[in-house]
Each structure stands twice: as structure tokens, then as C-alpha cells.
């Protein structure tokens, strides 16, 4: 335990910006390299995991957007900065990276079983709203007095913002009106988030919200 809890030197390099920049220059790449089409290559489907043994899409998905939304990377990347810039300052460049890059790929190993499952081979998973959702969970665990203006306009406390959401979320997968949205990702986004405060730092995020 001592081992899973030994904390990173502190640094702060906004790494906030530098997955922002992978995920444009990606999303990019997307639109115009017509000669290697990137979205089936890194996005997570389960029949080339299991056909092709491209394992790397357990990670990659995340940086992967869908080509004919650009609301998809926008909202994703506006949420990545506006929340993540502040777990990053407080957790440190080296943990938030960690957090979010496991977070993120636990999320697709989970949907990726769960397509399983229930027979969707042939699915295509991408976006980072796993690992955002993460974050978001992070934020409302670490800062949980602080005020979130949803769409800019209604004024929510962190923890409130982030149970209304899973809230959302839960009720998409039961009632089915969710559309295209991979929301059992959203959930293992915070679900794992959850598991990181718990193993990593130790911290119930439940009751770091309720202070």
C-alpha cells in the first residue's frame, strides 16, 4: 500500500495543454489524412482488438473524436480545460497524467468488455469524455466549494454538478434515450475516479464532496 500511495515529485508542467494539442492535432488528422484514415486505426473497436490484436485502441480512442461533430472535441477539450487545469495545479503534472491516462484507458477496457458481451463488435468507441468525466469528478472531490456555471449561465456547487450528471448518465442507459452517447464510459470514468482517490490518496471522494 505504502508503495501504491508514494506521491510524484511535484511539478507543474501544463500537461492540460498537451493532451488539448494531441487531441487537435489528431482530430486534424482525422479530417485530412484521407490516405491513412486515423479514426478506425485509433479508435476502440472490439472485432480489431480481437481480430487484429490493435490493443493500443484501449488507449487511444480517448484521443479520437468523431470527424462530423466538431461539439464532440469541443465540449470534451472545453471541459478538459476548464477543470482539469485546476486538478492538474493541485495534484501535480505527474499524477494528473497518470490520472488521466488510467482513468481514461480502464473506461475502454470496460466498454470494450461490455460490447462484448452484449454482442457489438463492430461498435466504434472514441472521445475523451471518460477521462474528462474523471476529472470532473476530481475537480468536484478536491475543490467541493467551488461554483460551476453550467452552460454559463446556472450556478451549481462542484458536487452537485458531478451527481447530476451521473444522475444523467444513469438514467440514458436505463431509459435507452441516449442515443450514440457511450455513457457506461462516462460512468467508468467516474467509477474509476473514484477507485483512484480511494487506492492512490486514500480519499472517500463522497465525503471530501459532503465537506
Not at 488507449?59 to 465540449?75: A, C, G, K, N, Q
Request: aromatic share 20%.
Amino acid at each position: 500500500m505504502k508503495l501504491l500511495r508514494k506521491p510524484f515529485r511535484y511539478r507543474y508542467d501544463n500537461v492540460v495543454f498537451v493532451l488539448i494539442g494531441i487531441n487537435l492535432l489528431v482530430y486534424m488528422g482525422q479530417l485530412f489524412l484521407k490516405a491513412f484514415p486515423l479514426t478506425p486505426f485509433l479508435s476502440m473497436i472490439p472485432v480489431f482488438i480481437l481480430g487484429r490484436g490493435w490493443i493500443w485502441q484501449f488507449v487511444t480512442y480517448m484521443f479520437v473524436h468523431d470527424p462530423r461533430s466538431f461539439s464532440h472535441i469541443l465540449f470534451n477539450m472545453l471541459a478538459l480545460f476548464i477543470f482539469g487545469r485546476q486538478v492538474e495545479r493541485r495534484m501535480g503534472s505527474m499524477e494528473f497524467l497518470l490520472y488521466y491516462i488510467l482513468t481514461g484507458t480502464l473506461a475502454g477496457v470496460f466498454s470494450f468488455f461490455a460490447y462484448i458481451f452484449t454482442g457489438n463488435f463492430w461498435i466504434t468507441l472514441m472521445g475523451a469524455s471518460g477521462a474528462v468525466f474523471a476529472v470532473q469528478l476530481a475537480f468536484a472531490a478536491l475543490f467541493p466549494d467551488s461554483t460551476v456555471y453550467l452552460w454559463g449561465i446556472l450556478p451549481l456547487k462542484a458536487p452537485i454538478m458531478v451527481l447530476g450528471f451521473t444522475a444523467l448518465e444513469l438514467f440514458f442507459i436505463f431509459t435507452g434515450m441516449g442515443g450514440n452517447v457511450a455513457h457506461a464510459t462516462h460512468l467508468a470514468g467516474f467509477a474509476f475516479g473514484w477507485l483512484y482517490f480511494l487506492i492512490r490518496f486514500g480519499i472517500n471522494p463522497w465525503r471530501a464532496m459532503r465537506r
